[in-house]
């Protein structure tokens, strides 16, 4: 006797189930990434435009010629806030790339920028504030025959006589509001590599099962 209902079309069948191709663990690699990065990036130029280095008299106890290095007027400042644009640009390029060679690129490029201006703020804060004090002296000479309505000159020997007595440099915290946006921004772009690389990998090949009849009248 023939059956009922064939297999063909008439049967229930259950299909299995398909997987999501929204991966959560990726995705949050993704936004932790982003979040790390533009972060960084900001706090490394906010840090670039604050006060790094001052320099200043012993004997001026005012501070009347304390002079004053933000980080965009040093050699370091300005490489650090170029590396903070490059990473800016970077973070929103690295989410809007669809070719999985690109992201891999750019996001080495975000952790090699972030590394780089992590690296040239420490070492302005570990050599900037003793050699600024010598080249000070002519910012501060300036700076007494202005207030005091002098020759150059005259000013210069005063500060000359000033500065013996003792000159002192402080580092501020803006150099470190620098380093700190690098590490961040490190921390970041290595996220971002690793959620590159993730979507780079070829998705693990699942075993089709065959569907499965439910219609108990199918022979």
């Known amino acids: 006797m023939a059956p009922l209902l ?17 991966d959560p663990p ?5 936004l932790g990434g982003f979040m790390a990065s533009a972060l960084g990036s900001l706090l490394l130029g906010i840090g670039c435009v604050m006060t790094w280095v001052v320099v200043h008299l012993k004997d001026d106890t005012q501070g009347t010629l304390d ?8 050699w370091q400042g300005k490489v650090a806030l170029a590396c903070a644009v490059v990473m800016l640009i970077g973070v929103f390029a690295l989410r809007r790339r669809r070719s999985a060679g690109g ?13 780089l201006a992590m690296a040239v703020s420490v070492l302005a804060a570990l050599t900037e504030a003793s050699r600024l004090e010598t080249s000070a002296v002519d910012g501060m000479a300036e700076a ?10 005259e000013a210069r020997s005063q500060v000359e006589a000033l500065a013996g007595a003792g000159i002192e440099s402080t580092t501020e915290p803006g150099v470190f509001l620098a380093i700190a946006g690098g590490v961040m921004a490190t921390l970041g772009g290595s996220l971002g590599l690793a959620w590159a690389m993730a979507q780079a990998a070829p998705a693990p090949q699942e075993r089709s099962e065959p569907p499965v009849d439910d219609d108990p009248l199918t022979g």
């Open 6 to 22: 064939g297999t063909g079309g008439g049967g229930c069948q259950t299909q299995a189930p398909m997987q999501s191709p929204i």
């Open 26 to 30: 990726t995705r949050g690699l993704r």
């Open 67 to 74: 002079q004053r290095y933000p980080g965009v007027d040093l």
């Open 103 to 115: 992201r891999t690129g750019i996001a080495w490029l975000l952790i090699a920028t972030a590394v």
């Open 144 to 153: 007494a025959a202005a207030q005091l309505r002098i020759a150059q000159d």
